[in-house]
């Protein structure tokens, strides 16, 4: 069974430019999160849905940070204008809540690089 | 003060050591606890769910203390292929995992 996919895997970009983060969810899960990693600050929730409906974004460092999801097989994380803070991985991951499933299945990431 | 701690490391071992984590929590409402593994430059998956009462899965035990909002694993013997980072997680709000920074470890021959 294919996991969950996130495109692209490596992203290089200069500062100002728009960036869009792109996750597929494993089929049937209801629950989808999107989490940035740096060393200084670890793994950070940064928004998560909830059957397509954005559920808590608290984690969403500021306005330049935007997530959708449009339907249940397609996220996107958009950042705008990106800036060489943001430079981390992002993963995307989902689960099947409710069914005792809180496992939490985790893309392979995107590594940002803003210069 | 991060809602998960761990002690960083890393913890260089050598094969066949017995070596042992710890994690604190801070939210006393946090339902449930996992650990994580994460190889270098992948993602984390599920190593084990951590149970009030200790789970042990092979050479890995888990062992969550309520009263002390502790958690710690304990890795026997040892594998090269133990090397890795340990993730220590709360689960908030029926939905929400929040990780620790993590622990390295170094296994060695």
């Known amino acids: 069974d294919a996991g969950v996919i996130q495109s692209p895997r490596h992203e290089v970009t200069e500062m100002g430019q728009e960036v869009t983060l792109r996750c597929k969810p494993i089929?049937?899960?209801?629950?989808l999160f999107w989490y940035r990693q740096t060393m200084m600050r670890g793994l950070e929730l940064l928004i998560y849905?909830?059957?397509?409906?954005?559920?808590?974004d608290s984690g969403m460092p500021e306005d330049r940070f935007s997530a959708k999801m449009p339907n249940a097989s397609f996220s996107t994380l958009k950042i705008q204008p990106s800036e060489p803070r943001d430079s981390a991985v992002y993963f995307c991951?989902?689960?099947?809540?409710?069914?005792?499933?809180?496992?939490?299945?985790f893309g392979p990431g995107t590594r940002l690089l803003v210069l | 003060r991060k809602e998960v701690e761990q002690d960083p490391g890393p913890f260089n071992v050598p094969e066949g050591a017995t070596v042992a984590f710890n994690c604190t929590y801070s939210n006393s409402a946090s339902q449930s606890f996992f650990w994580y593994r994460q190889d270098c430059r992948k993602e984390p998956k599920l190593l084990m769910s951590v149970y009030s009462s200790g789970n042990e899965d092979g050479r890995f035990t888990a062992q969550l203390n309520r009263a002390s909002q502790y958690i710690s694993l304990l890795i026997r013997d040892s594998k090269l292929s133990d090397s890795a980072t340990y993730l220590c997680?709360?689960?908030?709000?029926?939905?929400?995992?929040?990780f620790g920074k993590g622990t390295t470890l170094s296994v060695s021959s």
């Open positions: 991951a989902s689960s099947l809540v409710g069914t005792g499933g809180e496992t939490q299945y």
């Open positions: 849905f909830n059957n397509n409906v954005p559920i808590d």
């Open positions: 089929s049937g899960h209801d629950y």
């Open positions: 997680v709360a689960l908030n709000g029926g939905t929400a995992l929040i």
